[in-house]
């Protein structure tokens, strides 16, 4: 919603917003670019009187500022649909749908394209450092999407991708997760469906070979020319070399090399998806790679916040067992020396649930220690994490979390913070306190 917030105000809107609570990254784009952001709910907003409201999925009735834009009569829309609408209809989309690795590989693909001149507008989950903010607006023709597969809206329960209409789309990989609003994997495949389904048969779907669930979307019914990657028939990444480079190949014929920056299968999978895209809408694989070997990440992906007594202090996004493994590996792949302390917060909707929590604990195999902040959980996290024995440490007061992580950190150690939102501001904490 901030990045279309940026969007909106590019096309010369004058633009606001509320949120419950705002954090960085987004608070300081949006601080940046002069949106006013307004603290909570409150119906006193109405006062505003704008053109239109555009409604976040975050918004359920009850709500008391949408009770009254309900009962005030007042227009509104859901962020997907005003960006279908006013943004996406004239360009040619390229969509990264997928459990993982979607804000990376849609900066990655928007960087790409962006070496190549094409001056694509775009709008990810995070801040690439290249790129520098989430979402621009551009008067070229291309525009890389986030295609995220949660409901729209309170009043439109279908997944966001749909409204997108891609001509370019990337199916990374696809895992039982949101079951807040879906109850099994079956059902998000058919989301998946219904994506694959908005695809024109002139453009191109570039899919995960290794993945069965997105096979079991595609045997529902396919229109478009598929892609793979992650295979020898399609675009394969060789074995990373000691600083993490690969060789790329296409088809078993080997198109160039990328330099190591880019931690862990993960990622390497994550290039390959972007390069495939981007040479879909006409950009030469030799000059996608040159574009990577000057990607510099993106936030809140193995994000190194600072340094402090000889340990380092990362921030990650992953809030999936499997994001959580694959980004153990990729920081243990960068760095072969010292300690990886894993922190951990479960605060998506599944994990609150307590779906899941089963996988967590094997998540963590990579980790020398593991420190779990359980508050707010409707499940046991002792009991859960009992198997990893002394390893593991589990808090629910965030000040009692820093001090016992910062009593075992040794110089040489990696602490790695994993949270989908702000942790209570920890990694400053523990950077001070270290």
Known sequence: MGGIAAIAQHAGHRVTGCDANVYPPMSEQLGALGIGL????????????????????????????????????????????????????????????????????????????????????????????????????????????????????????RSKFVHYRPRTAVLNNLEFDHADIFDDLAAIERQFHHFVRTIPSQGRLVVNARDAALERVLAQGCWTPVERFGCAEGWEAGDPDEEGGFEIAWQGNPVGR?????????????????????????????????????????RRRLELRGTARGVRVYDDFAHHPTAIRETIAGLRQRHHGGRILAVFEPRSNTLKQGVLKEALPGSFIGADKVFIHHAGLAWDAAAVFAVLGNRVRCEADLAELVAVIVAEARDGDHILVMSNGGFGGIHAKLLAAL
């Open 258 to 298: 990328l330099r190591g920056h880019l931690p862990g299968a993960h990622n390497r999978m994550n290039a390959l998806a972007a390069i495939g895209a981007a040479r879909h809408a006409g950009v030469a694989p030799a000059a996608a790679i040159d574009a990577l070997s000057r990607f510099q990440g993106v």
């Open 38 to 157: 307004i603290e909570g709910f409150g119906n006193d907003q109405l006062a505003l009187k704008p053109d239109l409201w555009v409604v976040g999925n975050v918004v359920t009735r009850g709500n008391p500022l949408m009770e009254a834009i309900l009962d005030h009569g007042e227009r509104y829309q859901s962020g997907p649909q005003w960006l279908a609408e006013h943004v996406l209809a004239s360009k040619w989309v390229l969509a990264v749908a997928g459990t993982h690795g979607k804000t990376t590989t849609s900066s990655l693909l928007a960087w790409i394209l962006e070496g190549a001149g094409y001056q694509p507008g775009f709008l990810v989950g995070g801040i690439a450092p290249d790129l520098k903010v989430s979402a621009r607006s551009t008067e070229g023709r291309y525009f890389v999407i986030e295609a995220d597969e949660y409901d729209t809206a309170f009043f439109d329960k």
